[in-house]
């Protein structure tokens, strides 16, 4: 029963912190695009070209 | 009956056809990570996508049917003839690449379809260069939002499941992945679907069986769910137990990061109207898992046959329905 009470939080937990994660990305990604195409590409390409980079460095430590 | 009708509703049962094909080779992407996790049995798992494939049909909006209806090509060029050679090229094109397993998307090879048809019915004019142009950028963008937005989910997962026990986090992501699969599935029925009801409907407006204004009836909009999902239910299962069997890597933590950072990117797409690639799109929430852990983790050959199919599959599917519509205008 305390399984199953401690695995329903962090259900709960889980889908919320989706839901804190994804919103922002995609709240950021429309007023890109609001602000024009080469705008949203440019951006979205950089950061992950960047992002890549990034883990690179990480992951190989 | 006249033989322009019998042509019409032929037209219409092929993009059905084209619909069901794509419901039946891409429902391994939304439940592959289930069936191989073992949260559900292939039977079942191809069961939970085709429904969601079919509930997309209400309230997730038409915008992507608009798009490829009266967003890329001039309707009043649009005949029969242009149709059926755009769903010729694109249909050509994707069994092309399936023999040869270039992992194309039939989403822009229809486009490309559209593209090489109507160049030479009317020349470059009646492309509408912003509908291409934002429908071009997204195959380039929506695997890469894919990506970072699964980065992110990825890392957030490792942190908030840092000190549980890996029995518990197990119990939770099971449960957890249904909802992510049925995020997945409905945006891809909305997102796919609408390309078949763009087709569909732009044809009814310009041979004069829509009235006086474009728009999409709600019957297109039923069948075009219900030929994706039939299509998912009638052979996915065979590809679902071949993925759920490749796929044994992914963790389940992985598959609800996967499957929830492209069912966003889907869907978000979906509302601003912009066609994409639902495989790509997964293709790139997988790298993004992936690379969390170890870049070298990823299959990077898998991600340059992508690479080679975003700059192929547009061309090509335009040459074979050029190729087409000159046979077919013949006649």
């Known amino acids: ?61 | 009956m006249d033989w322009e009708l019998l042509l019409v509703i032929f037209i219409v049962a092929l993009a059905l056809g084209f619909d069901f094909i794509n419901g039946f080779h891409d429902a391994a992407n939304s439940v592959a990570t289930i069936v191989s996790t073992r949260v559900l049995t292939p039977t079942q798992a191809v069961i939970w996508a085709a429904f969601f494939n079919f509930v997309a049909a209400f309230g997730l909006g038409i915008h992507v049917a608009n798009t490829i209806g009266k967003g890329i090509i001039e309707t009043s060029i649009v005949d029969e003839k242009l149709i059926l050679a755009a769903l010729v090229g694109a249909i050509v094109w994707d069994i092309i690449t399936w023999r040869v397993g270039l992992p194309t998307s039939s989403s822009h090879a229809l486009i490309g379809g559209l593209i090489g048809a109507a160049l030479v019915s009317a020349g470059p004019d009646v492309i509408i260069k912003e509908g291409v142009e934002r429908t071009s950028a997204f195959i380039v963008i929506s695997p890469m939002v894919g990506f970072i937005a699964a980065v992110f989910l990825a890392l957030a997962v490792m942190r908030l499941y840092a000190r549980v026990a890996p029995s518990t986090a197990q119990g939770v992501f099971r449960r957890l992945q249904l909802l992510s699969a049925a995020a997945y599935s409905l945006g891809h029925g909305t997102n796919d679907a609408q390309k078949t009801m763009g087709i569909i409907a732009v044809l009814l407006f310009t041979t004069g069986h829509l009235g006086g204004e474009f728009h999409v009836p709600i019957w297109v909009i039923l069948s075009a769910h219900a030929a994706i999902a039939a299509g998912t239910l009638a052979g996915g299962w065979r590809i679902v137990r071949t993925m759920g069997l490749r796929i044994t890597k992914l963790e389940p933590s992985d598959g609800f990061a996967a499957e929830a950072s492209s069912a966003a990117a889907i869907l978000f797409a979906t509302q601003v109207g912009i066609p994409v690639s639902t495989t790509q799109t997964i293709a790139g929430g997988i790298i993004g898992v992936g690379s969390t852990k170890r870049l070298s983790a990823v299959r990077w050959g898998v991600a340059i046959n992508i690479v080679i199919a975003w700059v192929l599959t547009i061309p090509a599917s335009a040459a074979v329905a050029a190729l087409t519509f000159a046979i077919v205008d013949e006649f």
């Open chain 1, 1 to 61: 029963m305390r399984i199953l009470r401690r695995q329903i939080r962090l259900f709960i937990a889980t889908a919320v912190m989706a839901a804190l994660v994804l919103t922002p990305i995609f709240f950021a990604l429309k007023l890109l695009l609001d602000a024009g195409l080469g705008v949203v590409f440019g951006t979205v390409i950089v950061a992950g070209l960047l992002l890549g980079y990034l883990l690179r460095q990480e992951t190989m430590r």
